[in-house]
């Protein structure tokens, strides 16, 4: 068997160039030049007998023998880092990757994360983003949390972390200069939002029972923690979901004017990797004990 084993450092060159599905990342990845990379693959694909990239202008996409191919040898390889990883972690801190969206990271887990290591000083959290669907062949974690369980990898099963639901928030200077009494008045200001959202305001009139002008002033950002900072900045009106609001409504940094038109969320859901290591469910536990007792609701501040 192992003389029937192709070479291994292509096999780990096409992996990388698969997961990323560039080979300009696969080669910062493997800290090799870029023809490096293409020269691993076209050695492989000889190897095989087969083409596993399909070449274009500037682009390489895998070939549907390419993409079963990968997806297969995910598994092995996945099975040689996690008995590595097993063989060496009496000697090595003990980790888990946290795969998370960016804002959830910067607004939920990392001003949680001291609390962890406090409690669990044996257990190194790696935090990595993404806002991809999830997918271990793609992406390496333990557990994974996303807004909402449709497009999951077949092999990942989603479970319920917590309910969430949008909420009106704007800096206290701007809600003095510009007061918003009722849902109405929130139409004169900027309405700020993220790019992922940006039917969220449509649905929040639509609520509120108003009809939101064609032409009022908007700022789109990338992601929901910039939203939340100009909204800081005093930007705009931003809507935002309370899962992510922090301390910012305790400490006045925001303030909710219409604390009780509140619009629904989709449910965050938490998923564990087949390979995870044993230290995932400690992680997943300390995540349910930041929740109020009882409930799968976010401790909301603003409550």
């Known amino acids: 068997m192992i003389a029937d084993l192709p070479p291994l450092n292509a096999v780990r060159a096409f992996a990388s160039a698969a997961r990323h599905q560039s080979f ?27 083409v596993l990239f399909e070449r274009r202008n500037r682009q390489s996409l895998l070939t549907p023998i390419g993409q079963a191919y990968f997806e297969q040898i995910s598994q092995g ?14 000697s090595a801190p003990r980790k888990v990757v946290i795969n998370v969206r960016p804002s959830f990271a910067v607004r939920w887990l990392i001003p949680r994360l001291p609390d962890f290591m406090a409690q669990h000083p044996d257990i190194q959290p790696e935090v ?9 062949s793609r992406e390496a974690f333990d557990v994974v949390v996303r807004r909402g369980s449709s497009g999951w990898a077949a092999n990942i099963e989603p479970h319920v972390l917590l ?9 206290p200077a701007l809600l003095q200069a510009i007061p918003v009494i009722a849902p109405s008045d929130v139409l004169r200001h900027t309405l700020l939002s993220g790019r992922t959202r940006s039917g969220d305001w449509a649905a929040w009139c639509k609520l509120a029972g108003i009809r939101q002008p064609q032409r009022q002033p908007r700022l789109q950002f990338d992601h929901m923690h910039l939203v939340l900072q100009a909204a800081v900045d005093g930007l705009g009106v931003a809507l935002c979901p309370a899962s992510l609001l922090g301390k910012d409504l305790a400490t006045g940094r925001l303030h909710s004017p219409l604390p009780h038109l509140r619009l629904p969320l989709t449910r965050y859901y938490y998923g564990v990797s087949q390979d995870a290591v044993a230290e995932t469910q400690v992680f997943i536990d300390w995540m349910f004990s930041q929740f109020s007792p009882g409930s799968d609701r976010c401790r909301y501040e603003c409550h």
């Open 163 to 171: 309910e969430d639901d949008m909420l009106l928030v704007a800096a």
């Open 77 to 90: 390889l996945a099975q040689i880092a996690n008995a590595t990883h097993a063989l060496t972690r009496g």
């Open 128 to 136: 990595v983003t993404s806002t991809l669907a999830p997918d271990q």
């Open 24 to 50: 300009s990342r696969a080669a910062e990845e493997l800290h090799v030049t870029h023809s490096a990379v293409s020269r691993h693959i076209r050695l492989l694909e000889e190897h095989l007998g087969v």
